[in-house]
């Protein structure tokens, strides 16, 4: 069961296996993600009743199936507008693409088609760019942060900042092991933001976790997680080894144990984005011997 926690003047967070925001102003409501399914649907339904609110429109913070599998439910128990940035908004529309580039490009198997990774399809109503735009008189300001997916964004709104999964809470970061990213050198960017205090809000409301007054402390264990994971890539790659080598490697590096084909294909791309940041940086290179793939240090 999700609860209700006051954020600021005029802002709640539904906490839950993943958190949903709500903007609520003298009976008008936003709401921030839609959860995993039709059951946080129904929550947010609650939540909003328990307000007295009346929401018109839904933003979706990034297209990760436990932040908008439950939008299409949503769209249609409460009628509100669905609004995405661009490139997540595709994927909204089309969710197979989740499962899609997981598994390489290729139609997906059936343990990436489960609902934490293939969500329900919901069409979206308008695109999302950084900038202040206006929701029925709900005036709020949507900011960049790229790297945990490749378009997500944050949204401000006076005294709080919703700022999805730019950062997980320890236990989550204990659960995966690797955290998921897709560019890891914008992840990191991201994360310094939060650790320089860039964004001077009172109440940041992430997507998994509790609401934080400073996320510094966090962010900070975010990024040198990251940094740790692309290290130690580096380290193994003393030797030119392929991708599978690479990923039993970081997993005795960390102490962790793959649970299941999401979980290895999740952390595989936290692999390929540490992979891409060092090649980028002109540090590592991939070649190909006797058909095998590798990768070795320049
Ligand atoms: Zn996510």
Same mark, same amino acid.
Request: proline fraction near 6%.
């Given at each position: 069961?999700?609860?209700?926690?006051?954020?600021?003047?005029?802002?709640?967070?539904?906490?839950?296996?993943?958190?949903?925001?709500?903007?609520?102003?003298?009976?008008?409501?936003?709401?921030?993600?839609?959860?995993?399914?039709?059951?946080?649907?129904?929550?947010?339904?609650? @939540?909003?009743?328990?307000?007295?609110?009346?929401?018109?429109?839904?933003?979706?913070?990034?297209?990760?199936?436990?932040?908008f599998g439950g939008?299409?439910?949503?769209?249609?128990?409460?009628?509100?507008?669905?609004?995405? =940035?661009?490139?997540?908004?595709?994927?909204?529309?089309?969710?197979?693409?989740? =499962?899609?580039?997981?598994?390489?490009? @290729?139609? =997906?198997?059936?343990?990436?088609?489960?609902?934490?990774?293939?969500?329900?399809?919901?069409p979206v109503d308008?695109?999302?760019?950084?900038?202040?735009?206006? !929701?029925?008189?709900? $005036?709020?300001?949507?900011l960049p942060l790229?790297?945990?997916?490749?378009?997500?964004?944050?949204?401000?709104?006076?005294?709080? !900042?919703?700022?999805?999964?730019?950062? !997980?809470?320890?236990?989550?970061?204990?659960?995966?092991?690797?955290?998921?990213?897709?560019?890891?050198?914008?992840?990191?960017?991201?994360?310094?933001?939060?650790?320089?205090?860039?964004?001077? !809000? $009172?109440?940041?409301?992430?997507?998994?976790?509790?609401?934080?007054?400073?996320?510094?402390? %966090?962010?900070?264990?975010?990024?040198?997680?990251?940094?740790?994971?692309?290290?130690?890539?580096?380290? %193994?790659?003393?030797? =030119?080894?392929?991708?599978?080598?690479?990923?039993?490697?970081?997993?005795?590096?960390?102490?962790?144990?793959?649970?299941?084909?999401?979980?290895?294909?999740?952390?595989?791309?936290?692999?390929?984005?540490? %992979?891409?940041?060092?090649?980028?940086?002109?540090?590592?290179?991939?070649?190909?011997?006797?058909?095998?793939?590798?990768?070795?240090?320049?």
């Amino acid at each position: 069961m999700a609860s209700l926690v006051k954020a600021g003047r005029n802002t709640w967070l539904l906490l839950g296996g993943s958190n949903i925001g709500l903007i609520v102003v003298e009976g008008k409501a936003l709401i921030v993600d839609s959860g995993l399914d039709k059951d946080s649907a129904r929550e947010v339904a609650k @939540a909003l009743e328990e307000l007295g609110a009346k929401a018109h429109a839904l933003i979706i913070t990034h297209a990760h199936a436990d932040h908008f599998g439950g939008a299409a439910a949503l769209k249609e128990r409460l009628g509100v507008k669905v609004f995405a =940035p661009k490139f997540e908004a595709a994927v909204v529309e089309n969710p197979v693409f989740e =499962p899609l580039w997981l598994f390489g490009g @290729a139609s =997906p198997v059936k343990p990436l088609r489960g609902k934490f990774t293939l969500a329900k399809p919901c069409p979206v109503d308008g695109l999302l760019e950084e900038g202040t735009i206006n !929701f029925e008189g709900i $005036e709020v300001k949507i900011l960049p942060l790229y790297g945990h997916a490749p378009g997500q964004i944050g949204l401000a709104f006076e005294d709080s !900042f919703f700022c999805a999964d730019a950062f !997980f809470p320890l236990e989550t970061l204990s659960k995966h092991g690797i955290p998921y990213c897709t560019d890891m050198d914008l992840a990191i960017a991201t994360l310094k933001k939060f650790e320089e205090k860039a964004w001077p !809000f $009172e109440f940041f409301l992430p997507g998994h976790g509790d609401i934080l007054k400073d996320p510094a402390p %966090l962010a900070e264990v975010n990024r040198k997680r990251l940094e740790e994971i692309r290290d130690k890539v580096l380290d %193994l790659l003393a030797t =030119p080894c392929d991708e599978a080598t690479l990923m039993r490697g970081l997993a005795s590096a960390l102490g962790l144990a793959y649970r299941d084909l999401p979980h290895y294909y999740l952390c595989r791309t936290t692999l390929y984005s540490a %992979l891409a940041s060092l090649e980028g940086g002109g540090m590592v290179e991939a070649f190909i011997e006797g058909n095998n793939l590798l990768w070795r240090r320049i």
